[in-house]
């Protein structure tokens, strides 16, 4: 069995891998990863030298190279987690959105077709649904949720997600599309909420909380996603969409405040800055579906998660320290000004 993981050097994409190479051990994982300002290959280091693995430097938008990597592996499975993920970004400089995540997709799906695939499953995510409104805490995203996006980012992936369904119908590709909620955990890039306020508060920063923090996610640790992701690509149905979720709502605010709590920092480090436009609500998925066909359910607390996730960081100072000492702190610059 060889699998094709797409942005792998990636927050998730590099726990999939992990995720894999152990849950499966005669399995080939193939890592194609172009490895973007959020790709970094120092989160591998730990299964390069492994021998069921390979790690191969690539855009997916690279029809050549791609398909050439598909002549060479003879893929039975593609997992694609590559694409510019990060809404703010989305908002700055919309176009790299549409080139990776849309026609990246469609480059896979086409060396798919041309060479053959028992698998092509397309890791989306709960944005495409849009948002819910605070008051109404008893409406949550079910698979028959209308798509209704709201950032570039998200409208992107809901594209990609068109693309992916019209694929299967059109040419019978034999796909799957997930979509999750909210990841959190290690090698979590430091510009998302969590690993920022982690390392800005162990830095003694200001912790640049948006509007009011009111904002409402549902909070997965990336472990749980992995293992659901694995479920589906064996026992899922082709042609279908999976939701997954952590039934873990929690306020963007509520959330630094723990972090604070745990890393025993005050809470005046909290600062308030402008709102991200077009800012979503609430997002809340129904996971029945995938509970009810494939027996999956979170299996990590977020209270253990959350204490997991700052001891990851605690112990692995090194890593987010290069991160933000490089280019992204260019980008953080552009974000928040001179906040210290
Ligand atoms: P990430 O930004 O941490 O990683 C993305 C990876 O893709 C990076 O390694 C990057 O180098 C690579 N990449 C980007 N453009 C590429 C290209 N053109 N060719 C090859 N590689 C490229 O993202 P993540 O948080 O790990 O998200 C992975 C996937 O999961 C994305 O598709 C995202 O939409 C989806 N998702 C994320 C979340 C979340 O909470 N992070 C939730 C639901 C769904
Ligand atoms: P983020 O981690 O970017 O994920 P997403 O926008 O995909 O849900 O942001 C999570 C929430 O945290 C979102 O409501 C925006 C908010 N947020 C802040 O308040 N401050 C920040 O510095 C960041 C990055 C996010």
């Known amino acids: 069995m060889t699998i094709i993981v797409t942005g792998g050097a990636g927050f998730i994409g590099s726990n999939f891998i992990f995720h894999m190479l152990e849950a499966h051990p005669g399995y080939r994982i193939v890592c194609i990863d172009k490895l973007t300002y959020a790709g970094n290959l120092s989160t591998l280091a730990r299964v390069m030298c492994d021998t069921n693995f390979r790690f191969v430097r690539a855009d997916i938008c690279d029809r050549k190279a791609i398909y050439k990597l598909f002549e060479e592996e003879h893929p039975n499975i593609v997992v694609n987690f590559a694409a510019e993920s990060h809404v703010d970004r989305s908002i700055e400089n919309p176009e790299v959105f549409l080139q990776t995540n849309i026609l990246g997709t469609q480059v896979l799906m086409d060396a798919c077709r041309k060479y053959g695939i028992d698998r092509y499953h397309q890791v989306s995510t709960d944005e495409v649904y849009g948002d819910l409104p605070l008051d109404r805490p008893d409406l949550m995203f079910t698979e028959e949720t209308p798509i209704h996006t709201s950032s570039p980012y ?187």
């Open 154 to 340: 998200s409208a992107s992936k809901a594209a990609a997600d068109l693309l992916v369904l019209a694929y299967h119908r059109t040419f019978g590709l034999p796909i799957t599309i997930s979509r999750c909620s909210n990841n959190y955990g290690p090698y979590h890039f430091p510009e998302k909420l969590i690993p920022l306020m982690i390392a800005n508060a162990l830095n003694d920063k200001k912790l640049p909380v948006y509007g009011e923090g009111l904002n409402v996610r549902d909070w997965l640790y990336v472990a749980d996603h992995c293992k659901a992701i694995d479920l589906i690509i064996h026992k899922g149905k082709v042609g279908e969409i999976y939701n997954i979720g952590g039934h873990n709502e929690m306020r963007n605010i509520d959330i630094v405040k723990l972090i604070c709590k745990n890393l025993d920092k005050p809470e005046s480090l909290i600062t308030y800055v402008t709102d991200r436009k077009g800012h979503d609500m609430r997002y809340a998925i129904d996971p029945t579906k995938i509970h009810d066909e494939l027996g999956w359910l979170p299996e990590t607390k977020f209270a253990d998660g959350i204490k997991l996730t700052i001891d990851w960081y605690l112990d692995n100072r090194d890593w987010w320290e290069t991160i933000i000492s490089g280019e992204y702190r260019n980008y953080y610059e552009r974000m928040y000004g001179e906040l210290q």
